[in-house]
């Protein structure tokens, strides 16, 4: 069997990395952008422009969506609906768990089988190692076209619900987001100082943030346990070291809404009775914020 053939509808920053990729592993490909001029470089290297969307999507049975938004998505492909029929849309444009679902009901109204996915990569990490890409909807749709989609990235499965990649999407997303939020917080804090440089201080954090990270698993295992939790420190204790970090970084010249507001949860904690910092109670303290 050969090469899958497939389309490409949005050609931004992300759109022609995924063209590009799909080109390099062989397989026939046709794009479609609003500013036509951004597929030159992928026609050049092969791949076939189309005149409307509707043309795009009905020269291959699997049209891979990468847009701004799910609303420009909708506007894009609702003209174009009847052609859906009878092939794959696969979406790998951000957007929520309901968007996706509701992504999903409306291919699937026009007699179209529906994948929605979260890329974990940058453009130019596309089809390298580090990309992994996340898909859900029905599993033999993925399975259909798994072979052709790992071309992207490793492509990861991760449920039957339309919705569910855009939520784990989200919240690695979240969670890089966070990330990044501290390590500039750190580095305002420490470049506070006349002898600091973000450049020496980097050397310090990354090391110690990747130790970090080895914790998470044993975490994440006293989420999922019903079990008493292995892992626990005194929130006494942890409140203490939290009040420290926020008065140092107002001392600093640094904002500590963020602290300030870990504080008062933690004393709220406390005041409940609670006496342990815990993942679990960590994972509960986030839900009842709202
Ligand atoms: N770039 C990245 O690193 C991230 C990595 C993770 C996934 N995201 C998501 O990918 C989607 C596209 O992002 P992008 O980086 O390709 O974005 P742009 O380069 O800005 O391209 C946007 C495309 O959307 C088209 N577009 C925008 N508005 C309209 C509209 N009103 N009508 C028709 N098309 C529209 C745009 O067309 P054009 O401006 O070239 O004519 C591009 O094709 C996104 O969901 C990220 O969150 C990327």
């Not at 979406?91 to 974990?120: C, F, K």
């Not at 072979?147 to 784990?168: F, P, R, S």
């Not at 914790?215 to 626990?232: G, K, N, R, T």
Request: net charge negative; proline share 3%; charged share 15%.
């Amino acid at each position: 069997m050969g090469n899958t053939a497939v389309t490409v509808i949005g050609l931004g920053e992300m759109g022609r990395a995924l063209a590009d990729a799909l080109i390099t592993s062989g397989h026939p490909t046709t794009v479609w952008n609003r500013s036509a001029g951004k597929a030159d470089d992928l026609v050049a290297r092969g791949a076939s422009r189309a005149a409307t969307v509707e043309d795009a999507v009905l020269a291959s049975p699997l049209t891979v969506v990468c847009l701004l938004d799910y609303d420009v998505t909708d506007a894009i492909l609702r003209p174009a609906a009847d052609a859906l029929r009878g092939r794959t849309l696969v979406n790998l444009t951000n957007g929520t768990p309901a968007q996706a679902r509701e992504a999903e009901s409306w291919a699937v109204g026009h007699g179209a089988a529906y994948l929605d996915g979260g890329i974990m990569a940058i453009p130019s990490t596309v089809a390298t190692s580090q990309a992994f890409v996340l898909y859900s909807g029905q599993k033999a749709h993925f399975d259909a076209h798994k072979e052709t989609l790992q071309a992207l990235g490793a492509a990861k499965y991760v449920g039957a619900d339309a919705g569910i990649a855009a939520l784990y999407d989200l919240a690695l997303l979240s969670a890089m987001n966070v990330m990044f939020d501290g390590f500039f917080h750190a580095v305002a804090m420490a470049t506070s100082h006349t002898e600091g440089n973000a450049a020496g201080f980097t050397e310090l954090l990354v090391p110690w943030l990747t130790n970090m990270t080895q914790v998470m698993p044993a975490f994440a295992a006293d989420v999922d346990s019903d079990a008493e939790p292995v892992l626990a420190q005194g929130l006494d204790v942890l409140l203490a070291g939290v009040r420290n970090m926020a008065q140092a970084s107002r001392d600093a010249g640094v904002r500590a809404d963020y602290f300030e507001r870990s504080a008062a949860a933690m004393e709220q904690q406390l005041a409940e009775g609670i006496t342990a910092f815990t993942a679990p109670e960590a994972v509960q303290r986030l839900r009842t914020l709202n």
